[in-house]
Structures are given as C-alpha cells and as structure tokens.
C-alpha cells in the first residue's frame, strides 16, 4: 500500500504542479500588489511546500518503517489538505466573477487535484493505522 501511496501523492503533485505553471504564467504574483486574486502567496507556496514535506516523511517511513515517520507524514499531509481545501472554496467563491489567475484553471485538472489529494490522504491514514 505504501508504494500504492506514493504514486497517488506523484500524480497529484504533476496535476499541482500544472495548476501552479497556469497561476504563475497567469501573472498570479503579479496580481498580488492590486489585490486582483483571492490566493496570496503564503498560501499558494504552503500547500505545495507541505505537501512535499508530507511526502519526504512518508518515503522516510517507508525506507525505514518507523511508525512515527509514517504519523509524521499524515500531520504535515493533513495541514497541506487543510490549505488546499482553502484554496479550492476560494476558488469556487470566485465562479464565474474570477478575477485573478486562478479564473483560468480548468475545473477538470481542480477536481483531478482534489480527488486524488483525498486518495491520497486516505491511503495515508488508512496506512498509518494499519502499522503494527
């Protein structure tokens, strides 16, 4: 499961990193100074930051079994969670009146984000519970 895991956490990082590509190439920073989009840049870099935090601790678990490694990852994953769950009902409360670069994501590649983030999130847990 935990390999299982791992290639989850991958293949939502590449749907991440291509939502990232689309707000910088959008002129999401730029639009920090006017206030134009409704993701500050805390946010925008915690998510992802955590997310690969939460990631080095479960490899680390996995290389080395130790169960807290494996909690480690689940805590820091759950902040990340937290943070993108943020971002997504900001992103929903723009609708139609966006007007920042997140206006230009596809909802096809959030809703893939966010399905496999919960995966994700769930392997990890379910993972977690099952050390013995």
């Known amino acids: 499961m935990g390999l299982v895991t791992v290639a989850a956490w991958v293949i939502n990082a590449l749907i991440g990193v291509y939502l990232l590509y689309l707000w910088l190439s959008g002129g999401g ?4 100074a006017t206030k134009v989009t409704r993701f500050p840049t805390t946010l925008i870099f915690s998510h992802p930051a955590l997310a690969v935090t939460a990631l080095a601790f479960w490899v680390a678990y996995l290389l080395t079994g130790q169960r807290l490694l494996a909690w480690l990852a689940f805590g820091v994953l759950s902040v990340a969670a937290l943070l993108g769950f943020t ?3 900001r992103w929903l409360g723009g609708g139609r ?3 920042g670069a997140e206006q230009r994501f596809p909802v096809l590649a959030v809703v893939a984000h966010g399905l496999v983030g919960l995966t994700t999130f769930v392997l990890v847990l379910v993972a977690a519970s099952s050390i013995g």
């Open 29 to 32: 920073l730029r639009q920090q």
């Open 87 to 89: 971002m997504f009902t």
């Open 97 to 99: 009146h966006a007007r």
